[in-house]
C-alpha cells in the first residue's frame, strides 16, 4: 500500500512538471538564434572616432548584454528536460561568458573616448579662456602708464623742493602700479601651471582607471573559466 502511494505520488509530481513545462509559451526562435557577431563586427578595435557613434556603440552594446541575457534564460529552460542536463547548463554558460566578453572591449572603447573627449574639450576652454586674459592684459598693458615727465609741471607757485616732492609721489605710484601688474601676471601664470598639472593629474587617474577595468574583466573572465572546467 505504501508502495503503491509512493509511485503514485512521483507519477504526479512527474505529470505536473511535464503539464507546466507544456503550459509555457515556445521560445521565440530569434532569441535561440542570437548572435553577437554584428555588434562585434561593426565596432572594430580603433572604429570609434567620434562622440556620437561612442554613445551609439553603449547603446548597441547594452542591447546586445540584453539580448544574451534573454537567450541563456531561453536556453536554460531548454536543458532542463534534457537528459545531459547539467553538460547543457554548462554549454550556456560558456557561450553567455565569450559573448560578453566579446562585446565588453566596444564599451570600454567608447567610455574611455568619451572621457578623453571631455578632458580635450576642458582643455580647449582652458587655452580659449587663457588666451582671452592675454588678449585682455595686453590691451591694458598698451594703455600708457603716466609717468612723471607726461605730469604737468605747475611751476607756477612751487618751488623746487615742492616740485621735487611730487616727482617723488609720482614715482612711487608709479613703482607701486608697475609692482601690482607684475604680481598679476605672476599669479596669472602660477594659475596656468597649476591647471596643467590637474590635468596631468585627472588624465593619470583615467588611465590608471581604466587599466583597474581591464584587469579586474581579465581575472573575472579567469575565474569564470576555470569555474567552467571544472
Given at each position: 500500500?505504501?508502495?503503491l502511494f509512493t509511485t503514485t505520488l ?70 532542463y528536460p534534457k537528459f545531459f542536463t ?28 568619451i572621457r578623453h573627449a571631455r578632458v ?111
Amino acid at each position: 500500500m505504501k508502495s503503491l502511494f509512493t509511485t503514485t505520488l512521483v507519477a504526479g509530481c512527474v505529470f505536473s512538471a511535464s503539464l507546466a513545462l507544456a503550459q509555457k509559451p515556445p521560445v521565440d526562435a530569434s532569441v535561440l538564434d542570437y548572435s553577437v557577431a554584428d555588434v562585434v563586427q561593426r565596432y572594430p578595435a580603433g572604429s570609434i572616432q567620434s562622440g556620437d557613434r561612442a554613445n551609439q556603440a553603449i547603446k548597441d552594446v547594452e542591447q546586445s548584454r540584453l539580448r544574451v541575457e534573454a537567450r541563456f534564460e531561453a536556453q536554460q529552460q531548454a536543458c532542463y528536460p534534457k537528459f545531459f542536463t547539467t553538460s547543457c547548463l554548462n554549454k550556456v554558460t560558456e557561450q553567455r561568458r565569450v559573448d560578453l566578453m566579446a562585446i565588453r572591449p566596444i564599451e570600454l572603447e567608447a567610455n574611455s573616448y568619451i572621457r578623453h573627449a571631455r578632458v580635450a574639450e576642458r582643455d580647449r576652454r582652458l587655452e580659449e579662456s587663457a588666451k582671452a586674459r592675454e588678449a585682455r592684459n595686453a590691451e591694458r598693458s598698451s594703455v600708457p602708464v603716466p609717468e612723471i615727465n607726461d605730469m604737468p609741471r605747475q611751476q607756477q607757485g612751487l618751488s623746487d623742493a615742492q616740485r621735487a616732492a611730487r616727482a617723488q609721489e609720482h614715482a612711487e605710484k608709479n613703482a607701486e602700479r608697475a609692482e601690482r601688474e607684475r604680481q598679476r601676471k605672476a599669479s596669472e601664470e602660477s594659475d596656468a601651471r597649476q591647471r596643467a598639472r590637474n590635468v596631468e593629474r585627472y588624465e593619470e587617474k583615467v588611465r590608471e582607471s581604466e587599466e583597474r577595468q581591464r584587469e579586474v574583466a581579465k581575472r573575472k573572465a579567469e575565474n569564470e573559466a576555470g569555474q567552467t572546467d571544472k
